[in-house]
């Protein structure tokens, strides 16, 4: 393999299980999970989509995020389960610098949006009559392609820069995709400076907007308990519980695992936290958004006959 490494420009991607029969098993249930995440986000994007009911600025964003996941677990698990069943674990370099690109945007985009979500909610609780002027078509179009421009950009500097790194060790990355610091043990050079960058950018894209979101909603909370109406009350904490969750089981392992230094991550730690923010969270977010929640599920009667049926 040593010899391999030094004569070729294509990295090794390790994985996430062992060629055996236990990891055939787990891997069978990680793709089952992501048949349920690519069908439930597809439905969730499509049912926002021919619904006229759900045109409002919070079903925008929230079609937004479905289209983030989709994108997200698409691009991490098919290859992952290839090279499993293949044997081939080698990805080339353009492939692996397209795999981090789009991987890194999706990370960073969906933290800025799920701020915007935030923004949605805190506007339409605390300042009701304001929320035609604040969050109109425009605002949210400007939302929505600013947290995919953003992502890209921050995205394509990280990539470039990992790509153009002189990797002299071994070449085998020790992850099931190309994360940029799963890359970093392989370089020849001091990335010191390069590690300060993820610090920063991951203060930028994930911590502040984890902080915003954690004071709009301390602030939303306290609205909602002095709401008059109880039926309101409960349709307003319905909401922000949801999105909490989701916020919760996306920015707490990410957050977790970027902003630690080197010398307390392990690659197997690295990985199992990685399980939740590709994988396990694009899943789960059709599945929190519309089981808690009566306008989707009264779009998926209307939309989808099946439900309709079941109904009666």
């Known amino acids: ?11 090794i991607l390790l994985g996430l299980f062992p060629p055996n029969q236990a990891g055939r098993i787990a891997l069978v249930v990680i793709i089952f999970i992501f048949c349920l995440a690519s069908m439930g986000n597809t439905a969730m994007i499509h049912l926002i989509r021919v619904d006229v009911r759900l045109h409002t600025p919070m079903y925008l964003l929230l079609s937004q995020l479905s289209l ?31 795999q981090s690109f789009f991987f890194l945007t999706m990370a960073g985009s969906e933290g800025l949006l799920l701020a915007s979500m935030a923004y949605d909610r805190f506007v339409a609780i605390c300042h009701p009559l304001h929320y035609p002027v604040r969050m109109n078509r425009w605002m949210c179009a400007k939302m929505v392609i600013g947290s995919w421009m953003l992502g890209s950009i921050n995205s394509l500097a990280h990539t470039v820069y990992a790509l153009h790194l002189p990797y002299c060790r071994s070449r085998a990355i020790n ?10 043990p392989l370089a020849c050079v001091d990335t010191w400076v390069y590690e300060y960058m993820v610090f920063v950018s991951t203060s930028l894209f994930l911590l502040l907007p984890f902080l915003g979101i954690t004071a709009s909603y301390g602030r939303v909370l306290f609205a909602v308990f002095h709401m008059r109406s109880k039926e309101g009350r409960k349709k307003a904490f319905t909401t922000c519980s949801t999105h909490l969750t989701v916020v919760t089981l996306y920015y707490a392992p990410f957050v977790y695992t970027y902003l630690r230094p080197r010398s307390l991550r392990s690659p197997t730690e690295d990985k199992i936290l990685a399980v939740f923010y590709t994988i396990l969270t694009p899943m789960l977010n059709p599945f929190i958004y519309s089981l808690r929640n009566r306008e989707v599920l009264g779009a998926m009667e209307r939309v989808f006959v099946v439900f309709s049926f079941k109904k009666k």
Do not use: R
């Open 68 to 98: 983030m996941d989709l994108m997200d677990v698409t691009t991490t698990v098919p290859n992952m389960a290839l090279n499993f069943f293949s044997g081939q674990k080698h990805i080339s370099l353009l492939g692996c610098g397209v």
């Open 175 to 184: 992850h099931f995709f190309c994360d940029v610091p799963a890359m970093l």
């Open 1 to 11: 393999m040593d010899k391999w490494n030094q004569t070729s420009d294509d990295f």
